[in-house]
Nanobody
Framework: VQLVESGGGLVQPGGSLRLSCAASGFTFSTTPMSWFRQAPGKEREFVATIDSVPSRTHYADSTQGRFIISRDNAKNTVYLYMDSLKPEDTGVYYC?????????WGQGTQVTVSS
């Protein structure tokens, strides 16, 4: 199993970013996928998750209404579109999958929201 995140960067408050997570090594289309994040000095926290079929989604209270998780099963990729970004959204964003009774994480992509 391999997860590779991309798309992070520096953005001003109120701006937007789209993160991508390219997955391989398992049957992506039938596997739920999640995004987590970790701010400096804080524990890793849940951001959003998306089921396989149908693509039901669930969000943390802090991201509901601003973030959108989606997936492209043809590309084995899950996305996280982030809008109205705030400084408190700063952190390393990780893609996670639970597969065959194990959880797998990507290496993370840094998102910094600052003016």
């Amino acid at each position: 199993v391999q997860l590779v995140e991309s798309g992070g960067g520096l953005v001003q408050p109120g701006g937007s970013l789209r993160l991508s997570c390219a997955a391989s090594g398992f049957t992506f289309s039938t596997t739920p996928m999640s995004w987590f994040r970790q701010a400096p000095g804080k524990e890793r926290e849940f951001v959003a998750t998306i089921d396989s079929v149908p693509s039901r989604t669930h969000y943390a209270d802090s991201t509901q209404g601003r973030f959108i998780i989606s997936r492209d099963n043809a590309k084995n990729t899950v996305y996280l579109y982030m809008d109205s970004l705030k400084p408190e959204d700063t952190g390393v964003y990780y893609c996670k999958v639970w597969y065959m009774q194990r959880e797998y994480w990507g290496q993370g992509t840094q998102v910094t929201v600052s003016s």
